[in-house]
């Protein structure tokens, strides 16, 4: 009952969840299906044992239950007209799972057995009354299922079109029943139609602000751009894009989307980046390129609750992507396309004939290749979606046997001869006789402007302490990791980038965070040595901008750093490196690069081993559970600690939001990102019995099993986190 006491009427709700559905699902040719489900997903509420249930509530509060308190199932009789009368088969388990989650086999089978045994009256009570008031809940002729899915040679197109139909009904769901209890119709966002020529005069206008007509680069630049517009007009699939750090990937994959768009008459854009740093960097691009009312920010940083009236359909957007442009993570994305809760998979039918851009696409964990491409590839194949793959190291995915026979349709068609072009640094090796960090203090004590690079937390405290000390040239000396706060991050990055384009003296010590994306640019940059992609990453904060003759990067291997904790990180992709790269072979090579990742995947035996190719045949045989508990991307290693960094007073305010008596609002969540650093969970759980932290949220009694932390000593103004006495050299995360 809504605030005007009225009731949603069963007979509405199922007839709009449909309608909905079936707008949804129609981009991949599940209309019929999706209709179906939204029918009859809810005709359980049809029993009177469910409508005096609701009396009841509507009287007394709280949930629907019958007269001894127990939770009336409302699920199992469209379940089973899916199943049985439609012939739907597994396909039912969209239906079943449209509150709990999508289940596996075996959950939905025995849903069946409930509804023809013991619960087989109140199925078919249910039935009948629904039927008098909605006969479509029983059709003659049974919806169709595409017969490319019934008849794929790969189950797992099947699973993902189940996945897609399942979104297509719990957002329809949602949706019907906000608007009865609101009584505010569906907020439609811009439309992506015409948004080339927006992309375009915004382009022209950012390009004149900054000036860049005649610089070497910036020509390159241009001539990238043009080729990606110019690859824009191909047919629907899958697009490799190799460019060289430097040359405006982020533009030119915006232009290769909005252009591709408006020729296939896409419906929206969707740019996943792996870090939040560069999440934010591009949203900030891509609203000066598409119009800030065009652009949906949706990741953990972004407090989407303050926004203005006038953007409102971004706030409700943010639940199912109904944006023509969306700017999330690569976290975010593919979580929830292998996610089994309705809330997470609300979204995915917006997948359906969008352009995909996947920004930095060398980050995707080589252990969980198998599934993401896989998906990718029956989204390019079944649903009418197009995937952009940009990166300046180039993965080679389609070695893969997932990706073997297909066709890729390439940005670059040379792309050697654009690396060549763009050369800008020249690198040095102080691998053999490995270098200590003493000596590379150092040697950099009188540098003008350097950014050094390692592998670890600890490498990097150890040598930001070490350069300190040995400063010559003056300057600050900053440290970038993420035992900082997340604004202490920004508030650092925001400083050097002054100090670099005044030209002042300057030296930065950071872990990786700094390299995929992160727009700065030195003349002097010192890699710890790391896998291949990562030295050319680091290579690209080297002359940037292309204002040097030449710049240099000094790839070391250093002597006393963190062997155990680099192995953590990079694994057997170290040892590739060593194979294909030195003195003389620098990495951006191309055709060392693509011996180097066929050596990489079958070291790991990718196609065969992985825990990717586990979870591929759970995704088979349609376990959605066992695939949600396996599939995860971020590293659990590490934990969120509430550091004593920013405004204080409102620390406090969302501290004691986030410890009182009742339920924490998302937006909490949300707005304390910039307050967190973390830790590994060994280190954090030592740091509470050592009397450094304490646990904010979970047991204090079982530290090492809380969810959040709170750092009551010990965070230092350059370096964040810093437990020196509690960090043996194994705490390397």
């Not at 896409?266 to 949203?283: D, K, W």
Request: a neutral charge; proline letters at 6%; glycine letters at 8%.
């Amino acid at each position: 009952m809504n605030s005007a006491g009225t009731r949603d009427r069963l007979s509405d709700h199922l007839e709009g969840t449909a309608r909905r559905a079936g707008d949804f699902a129609e981009v991949f040719g599940g209309r019929e299906v999706a209709e179906y489900f939204g029918r009859v997903h809810d005709v359980g509420k049809g029993r009177c044992a469910w409508q005096d249930g609701l009396d009841r509530a509507d009287k007394c509060g709280g949930r629907v239950v019958d007269q001894h308190g127990k939770s009336i199932d409302h699920k199992l009789a469209g379940t089973w007209l899916a199943a049985r009368h439609a012939g739907l088969g597994y396909f039912a388990m969209a239906v079943l799972g449209h509150h709990g989650g999508l289940g596996d086999r075996q959950s939905l089978k025995q849903a069946i057995a409930r509804a023809e045994g013991t619960a087989r009256d109140a199925v078919q009570e249910a039935i009948s009354r629904v039927a008098a008031l909605v006969p479509a809940i029983m059709p003659r002729q049974s919806p169709a299922v595409p017969d490319r899915i019934l008849h794929a040679l790969d189950p797992c197109v099947g699973e993902l079109w189940l996945r897609m139909v399942f979104s297509a009904l719990v957002d329809a769901d949602f949706l019907d029943t906000a608007q009865h209890f609101t009584g505010v119709p569906r907020v439609t966002p811009p439309s992506l139609s015409g948004m080339a020529e927006v992309f375009e005069a915004n382009r022209r206008t950012l390009l004149a602000d900054a000036g860049v007509a005649g610089a070497k680069v910036n020509v390159i630049r241009e001539q990238v751009y043009r080729q990606a517009v110019a690859a824009a007009s191909a047919r629907r699939g899958i697009f490799p894009f190799p460019a060289p750090t430097g040359v405006g990937k982020t533009i030119a994959a915006g232009g290769f989307a909005v252009h591709h768009a408006a020729r296939h008459n896409l419906s929206r854009v969707i740019i996943a980046v792996p870090f939040l740093s560069i999440t934010e960097q591009n949203a900030a691009v891509y609203r000066g390129l598409f119009g800030a009312e065009n652009v949906l920010e949706h990741h953990s940083g972004v407090d989407l609750d303050d926004l203005p009236a006038e953007h409102r359909w971004q706030r409700l957007a943010a639940e199912n992507w109904d944006a023509p442009v969306v700017v999330t993570t690569t976290v975010r994305l593919f979580e929830s396309l292998f996610s089994r809760k309705p809330a997470a998979m609300r979204k995915l039918h917006r997948l359906a004939g969008a352009v995909i851009v996947l920004d930095e696409v060398q980050s995707l964990p080589d252990e969980l290749l198998v599934p993401i491409l896989s998906a990718l590839r029956h989204l390019s194949e079944h649903f009418g979606t197009s995937v952009l793959l940009a990166s300046a190291t180039q993965p080679e995915f389609f070695s893969l046997k997932v990706f073997q026979d297909l066709k890729p349709r390439p940005v670059i068609t040379e792309p050697q001869p654009l690396y060549d072009s763009l050369r800008r640094v020249r690198f040095e090796w102080r691998c053999d006789p490995k270098p200590t960090f003493e000596r590379i203090a150092h040697e950099v004590a009188a540098a003008h402007q350097v950014l050094l690079v390692v592998n670890t937390t600890r490498d990097a405290g150890v040598l930001h302490t070490a350069i300190e000390h040995g400063r010559r040239c003056g300057g600050p000396v900053f440290h970038l990791s993420t035992r900082m706060a997340g604004a202490h991050r920004r508030d650092t990055l925001e400083r050097i980038r002054r100090l670099l384009a005044d030209e002042l003296p300057v030296a930065v010590v950071s872990t990786q965070l700094v390299e995929a994306g992160v727009d700065v640019d030195f003349p002097l940059v010192y890699r710890a040595f790391a896998p291949a992609e990562a030295l050319l990453q680091a290579a690209g904060r080297c002359n940037r901008n292309g204002l040097l003759d030449e710049g240099v990067v000094v790839v070391f291997d250093p002597a006393d750093g963190s062997v155990r904790g680099t192995r953590m990180v990079y694994g057997a992709a170290l040892d590739a490196t060593r194979s294909y790269f030195g003195p003389g072979r620098d990495p951006d090579r191309l055709d060392l690069l693509t011996a180097y990742y066929n050596t990489r995947y079958a070291v790991k035996n990718i196609d065969n081993a992985s825990l990717g190719t586990r979870i591929q045949k759970l995704r088979a045989d349609f376990d959605f559970i066992k695939v949600a508990e396996l599939f995860t991307m971020i590293e659990e290693g590490t934990v969120p600690v509430l550091v004593p960094y920013g405004d204080e007073v409102e620390r406090e305010d969302l501290r004691s939001q986030l410890v009182g008596p009742d339920p924490v609002e998302p937006w909490v969540f949300r707005r304390l990102q910039p307050y967190l650093a973390a830790l590994p969970k060994q280190l954090a759980a030592r740091a509470v019995t050592d009397g450094y932290a304490r646990v904010l949220l979970g047991d204090p009694a079982t530290p090492h099993q809380a969810r959040m932390y709170e750092l009551i000593s010990g965070y230092h103004d350059q370096r964040g986190i810093e437990l020196k006495d509690l960090e043996p050299k194994e705490y390397v995360l």
